[in-house]
């Protein structure tokens, strides 16, 4: 059934499936219908609801975000005979796992179920603590990335680390039971003195804790004095190359390649002693610079590999869609660079994309077996031969008012609450008005969002405003914005055909990088 069903999944809806597979899902079909004890002869024996319900199911297992109102008209049929679907759909766990597991939207559906149910509290604007939260810890940073928003003359002053350390503390105290954390940039988080004890806080308050660094000063001796690094769940270091120049021409730092694989190396052997059950893993942004580096990137981990002698070494692999495809590039933004990269992946490169990730797969699983691979959202498509032009994404236009703090906030050094997270870059050209409030050893996150809420007063966005997000908080806006929609046509997800949707979901950690599970 596996190879029929992905094979059906993988190309444009069709009845025309395997035989074996049409029998298997009308079995299910005809189980649920008796299950949930419909008895319209509609349903019960009519084979055009049983396409019609197929048709449901492939559509919202490539496309989450698809509207009950587009549905409708797609099948041609009543709200109310949608609703009879959704809930044979809902009710069987078969029609669930294709939906969920199945198709090549399965990266965004492991982001959409735990928020799917606090959807309604954005709609109600009532006041909720966030279920994910971004501490953004970093000082500064060395690096000079041409695809990052960061403006590069800033950083923080080192005397207010003691104060954010506090303002952190007091954070995690507060946290509910299913908010998880993730710490990264912002700037550079290993630029923090204090990090270390930032980490063990958290640990303390039971709260896994994923980290995101440039690895650069990830040294020896910076880990002596910050031993909380090892009561991390997961460190991914952002690769920015796979050799001298490569690095350079992205960082514009000499010799910061060498730097960062000796780091790893010493790193991954002080892991294997300190901590073995601590994940760690690259992040490899795919742009025109560097797509063809990615079979070189599989020979560089293999390397780092064999000189760590005492256990594992790279435990996975996230692959990332073109950055600038969410943020922007316009030049008349972030004017305060050293330099911009101006490319994009067109579709072009993006169909060559195919061919190499092949490649890349079957390279991976020849000399590094044992290495986890996620794809992300668009490119688990390519992963699976699917053309996928680009991240799902939002206008300005399109953007919540009052963002979405019961989701998701970023919170900076200074304690500054950002709404979206490309926003939390230090005194970024136009961020401001993303700013809520500040938290303190005083002041609580609760204060700060409850003020933002009651005051009623709803932010105005423009067009290009949407530069302040990046690919998770426009997966956020696209939920809400559906379920917005959902429910004004009069079927909302309490009634849609994704259960999980309807359910509040606990996350146990902000970011799992290195298996397929929520």
């Known amino acids: 059934m596996n190879e029929s069903l992905n094979k059906w999944l993988m190309n444009d809806f069709s009845l025309d499936l395997d035989k074996s597979l049409n029998d298997e899902l009308n079995r299910e079909y005809l189980s649920t219908l008796n299950k949930i004890k419909i008895v319209d002869k509609i349903f019960t024996g009519n084979n055009s609801n049983f396409g019609k319900c197929l048709h449901i199911i492939h559509e919202f297992s490539k496309k989450p975000w698809t509207l009950q109102a587009e549905m409708c008209k797609k099948l041609d049929i009543k709200k109310e005979d949608l609703i009879k679907l959704n809930s044979i759909i809902r009710n069987s766990e078969l029609f669930q796992n294709i939906i969920l597991k199945k198709g090549v939207g399965n990266k965004y559906w492991n982001t959409i179920i735990p928020f799917g149910k606090t959807t309604d509290k954005v709609l ?62 912002g700037l550079e988080p290993l630029t923090n003195p204090k990090l270390g004890e930032i980490i063990a806080s958290a640990y303390d308050n039971n709260i896994k804790i994923p980290l995101i660094t440039n690895g650069y000063s990830l040294t020896e001796n910076y880990i002596k004095k910050n031993p909380g690094i090892w009561k991390l769940d997961s460190l991914r270091i952002s690769l920015y190359g796979v050799d001298e120049d490569s690095y350079y021409f992205i960082s514009r730092v000499r010799k910061s390649f060498e730097i960062v694989k000796n780091n790893t190396i010493n790193f991954l052997k002080l892991r294997n002693i300190n901590n073995p059950k601590l994940k760690f893993g690259f992040n490899f942004i795919i742009i025109p610079e560097n797509v063809n580096q990615l079979n070189i990137m599989l020979d560089l981990v293999q390397d780092i590999n064999k000189n760590v002698q005492n256990g594992r070494g790279v435990d996975f692999i996230t692959l990332r869609d073109d950055y600038q495809s969410v943020t922007g590039n316009d030049e008349k933004f972030d004017t305060d660079r050293k330099y911009r990269l101006n490319s994009k992946m067109n579709d072009k490169l993006r169909t060559e994309l195919i061919e190499i990730i092949n490649k890349f797969k079957k390279k991976k699983n020849e000399i590094c077996p044992d290495v986890h691979v996620d794809f992300g959202y668009s490119i688990e498509s390519i992963s699976k031969g699917i053309f996928d032009k680009q991240l799902i ?110 359910v509040r979901k606990k996350m146990n950690i902000g970011n799992n990088w290195y298996s397929d599970d929520i």
């Not at 994910?132 to 207010?160: D, N, T, W």
């Open 124 to 185: 109600e604007n009532s006041y909720s603590f966030p279920q994910r939260i971004a501490i953004f810890p970093g000082v500064s940073c060395m690096f000079y990335c041409g695809f990052c928003g960061r403006k590069q003359s800033e950083k923080y002053p080192l005397s207010i680390v003691d104060d954010s350390l506090k303002s952190y503390k007091k954070l995690f105290s507060e946290k509910k039971h299913d908010t998880a954390f993730s710490i990264s940039g």
């Open 393 to 502: 994404k939002v206008s300005g236009n399109e953007m919540r008012n009052f963002g979405f703090t019961q989701l998701s906030v970023a919170i900076d050094l200074y304690g500054d609450v950002f709404l979206f997270r490309e926003a939390g870059f230090l005194n970024r050209d136009g961020n401001k008005k993303m700013i809520i409030g500040r938290i303190s050893e005083k002041k609580s996150l609760k204060e700060v969002i409850q003020e933002f809420l009651n005051k009623k007063i709803p932010l105005s966005f423009e067009e290009d405003d949407s530069r302040f997000m990046d690919s998770f908080d426009h997966v956020l806006t696209v939920l809400v914005n559906q379920a917005e929609k959902d429910k004004n046509f009069g079927i909302s997800f309490d009634y849609g055909p994704v259960k999980d949707r309807s």
